[in-house]
Nanobody, 127 residues
Framework: QVQLIESGGGLVQAGGSLRLSCAAS????????MGWFRQAPGKEREFVAA????????YYADSVKGRFTISRDNAKNTVYLQMNSLKPEDTAVYYC????????????????????WGQGTQVTVSS
């Protein structure tokens, strides 16, 4: 079992920045590829970013590429999402997720590939 707790959400003006954190406990954090997803009201959950176990590979949705950066610190059992140049359409509940990956450079954007999910943190971007 892995427990994931997100933090860092809040209200920010368009053009601003936020840094989300996701702290993991339970099984060895470094054995998981990690991802961020989001869900806006009335919309389906969508992929945002993912990072491999060893941070060697990252993958971003086109809508956030160049504005968001995913990173991880395996010593702190934490994955981060730095969000810059935020837009109102980034407003959503953001979830982190863990995927028990056999390969150290594996990443996926498919939600069904992730076994564990956090409770989410709200990000609201005002115009």
């Amino acid at each position: 079992q892995v427990q994931l707790i997100e933090s860092g959400g809040g209200l920010v003006q368009a053009g601003g920045s936020l840094r989300l954190s996701c702290a993991a406990s339970g099984r060895t954090f470094s054995s998981f590829a990690m991802g961020w997803f989001r869900q806006a009201p009335g919309k389906e959950r969508e992929f945002v970013a993912a990072i491999s176990r060893n941070s060697g590979r990252t993958y971003y949705a086109d809508s956030v590429k160049g504005r968001f950066t995913i990173s991880r610190d395996n010593a702190k059992n934490t994955v981060y999402l730095q969000m810059n140049s935020l837009k109102p359409e980034d407003t959503a509940v953001y979830y982190c997720a863990a995927d028990a990956a056999f390969s150290s450079d594996y990443v996926t954007s498919v939600a069904n590939g992730y076994e564990y999910w956090g409770q989410g943190t709200q990000v609201t971007v005002s115009s």
